[in-house]
């Protein structure tokens, strides 16, 4: 999941990020990353569904 990263380098990271958003904003920056992912995946799953939805009326038109 981290590629190359070694425990000491993940440590770094996040001390860094405590060090710069503070205890308080990392519980509201992670619930604000994973409101947009789920949005993301959420609209990718339409865009799918409506080219499903297009490729059978396609199919069905040439077939007439």
């Not at 569904?49 to 069905?60: A, G, L, N, V, Y």
């Amino acid at each position: 999941m981290f590629g190359n990263l070694g425990a000491g380098e993940i440590l770094l990271i996040v001390l860094v990020i405590l060090i710069l958003f503070g205890s308080k904003k990392i519980p509201e920056l992670a619930q604000g990353i994973g409101k947009g992912m789920r949005e993301f995946k959420k609209a990718l799953n339409d865009v799918q569904e409506d080219i499903k939805i297009s490729d059978k009326k396609d199919s069905t038109d040439e077939k007439k």
